[in-house]
């Protein structure tokens, strides 16, 4: 498999629930993003973590929460979200360092909240 | 703080047409700027990115163009075709140095290139 993968492709949970996004990149990347799209706004960038490091925390609540086991995975922890964190999240990756590096995206999650 | 804008929110064509994309920056300090393509529920898929040092880029039927000082990019779309039709999207990459990266987008481009 190649590219960026992310799993599950929809998610519904109530706002007691904790569940957890999956990102996982087959390109060889050492940097990876989380996103949030929702209708009508710019992507919002969430978190970056470059060499498994977290290098971007853009004042995003607590109650998302990532984690980056290696530079091939990424995952978004949810706990106890509201109705507007609703939206789809996308995860992305990169080469860091000098050069010309796309940013790669998978085909995101959908989320629901009720 | 950087913003990005992009204009027209919403296009529509008849195919064959020729047809510009524009999209602008307020700060120039930047390290690149990328155009991307995304389908109705999908992610985004990269089409040209542009160095801050390159004035343009080209794949197959698009160009990209950058003018940083003026704070602008554009892109260029020959002989549109009903399958060009999505929402295309430029981001830039904020700073001047490898060591930056966060990526500011601008809310899109909505293109409907009829048959």
């Known amino acids: 498999e190649t590219g960026v993968t992310q799993t599950p492709r929809h998610l519904v949970m109530g706002m007691t629930n904790k569940k957890s996004l999956k990102c996982e990149q087959h390109l060889g990347h050492n940097a990876m993003y989380w996103y949030k799209q929702s209708a009508k706004k710019p992507l919002e960038l969430m978190f970056v973590y470059s060499l498994e490091e977290r290098v971007e925390n853009n004042s995003v609540p607590s109650r998302f929460s990532p984690e980056c086991p290696n530079s091939s995975h990424l995952f978004l922890h949810l706990h106890t979200l509201q109705p507007e964190d609703s939206a789809l999240y996308l995860c992305?990756?990169?080469?860091?360092?000098?050069?010309?590096?796309?940013?790669?995206f998978g085909n995101g999650t959908r989320l629901t909240v009720t | 703080k950087q913003e990005v804008t992009q204009i027209p929110a919403a296009l529509s064509v008849p195919e064959g047409e020729n047809l510009v994309l524009n999209c602008s920056f307020t700060?120039?300090?930047?390290?690149?700027l990328q155009w991307f393509r995304q389908d109705p529920g999908k992610g985004l898929t990269s089409l040209l990115l542009i160095q801050s040092s390159q004035r343009e880029q080209t794949s197959g039927r698009l160009n990209a163009s950058l003018d940083k000082s003026s704070g602008r990019s554009t892109l260029y779309i020959a002989a549109s075709q009903p399958g060009d039709s999505a929402t295309y999207l430029c981001?830039?990459?904020?700073?001047?140095?490898?060591?930056?990266?966060?990526?500011?987008f601008g809310t899109g481009t909505r293109l409907k290139v009829l048959a």
């Open positions: 700060d120039s300090a930047i390290y690149n």
């Open positions: 981001a830039v990459r904020e700073g001047t140095t490898s060591g930056t990266y966060k990526y500011i």
């Open positions: 992305a990756s990169s080469r860091t360092g000098t050069g010309v590096s796309p940013l790669h």
